[in-house]
């Protein structure tokens, strides 16, 4: 298997947890990674848990002296963009165009000669909003690989489609994209 380069840009979901599990089989296996967070993402899971699981600091405040470009720069460097867990709110602003914080930027900034991949990760009548329906469509249209959701037991009690999909799901998943999936 090559060794990849793969930005993974969390967005703000209890489901970030999951993702930390799949950024560390990444790093095992010899990928280098580097992440970015929104605000809200580091409200559930630290800068230092992912800096512990990647050894490369965190992408998380474009103001900060040193990320002045890291957008553009991350853009040019890597194999994969991901984000996981991609929230209802991010996908809109994806499908807006919003650039507003260091996830939304990567995305504007992105080469589409590349693969991008989003995995929701959201309530199940927020997975169903015709907003949100919408902004994969658009997505989708753009060249933007949304994964389904995943049905089952949501952190809030509910039941249906909306979960992020499991670990080793969406590992297949960049694994396809990697090695020449469309």
């Known amino acids: 298997m090559s060794k990849y380069r793969i ?27 580097k992440t970015a967070c929104t605000p809200s993402a580091l409200k559930f899971i630290g800068p230092s848990t ?8 965190v ?11 890291e957008h553009v720069s991350l853009a040019k460097w890597m194999d994969i963009s991901i984000v996981c867990p991609a929230t209802a709110n991010m996908l809109g602003k994806m499908a807006a165009g919003v650039g507003d914080d260091c996830v939304s930027t990567l995305f504007m900034a992105h080469d589409f000669s590349k693969p991008f991949l989003a995995v929701p990760a959201m309530n199940v009548n927020m997975w169903r909003h015709p907003a949100t329906r919408r902004s994969v469509e658009v997505l ?9 959701a995943a049905r089952g ?19 297949t998943e960049i694994m396809r994209l990697l090695e020449g999936g469309k």
Not at 18 to 30: D, P, Q, T
Not at 51 to 57: Q, S
Request: hydrophobic share 35%.
């Open 7 to 33: 930005v993974f840009s969390l967005t703000g979901s209890i489901a970030c947890f999951k993702a930390c599990a799949l950024i560390s089989r990444l790093v095992r296996e010899g990928h280098e990674v």
């Open 50 to 57: 992912l800096e512990g699981l990647t050894g490369k600091p």
């Open 59 to 69: 992408y998380a405040d474009m103001f900060e002296s040193r990320q002045n470009i």
């Open 140 to 148: 989708r249209g753009w060249g933007v690989n949304v994964m389904p």
């Open 153 to 171: 037991r949501q952190a809030c009690g509910d039941e249906g489609e909306g979960r992020m999909p499991e670990p080793d799901d969406i590992h």
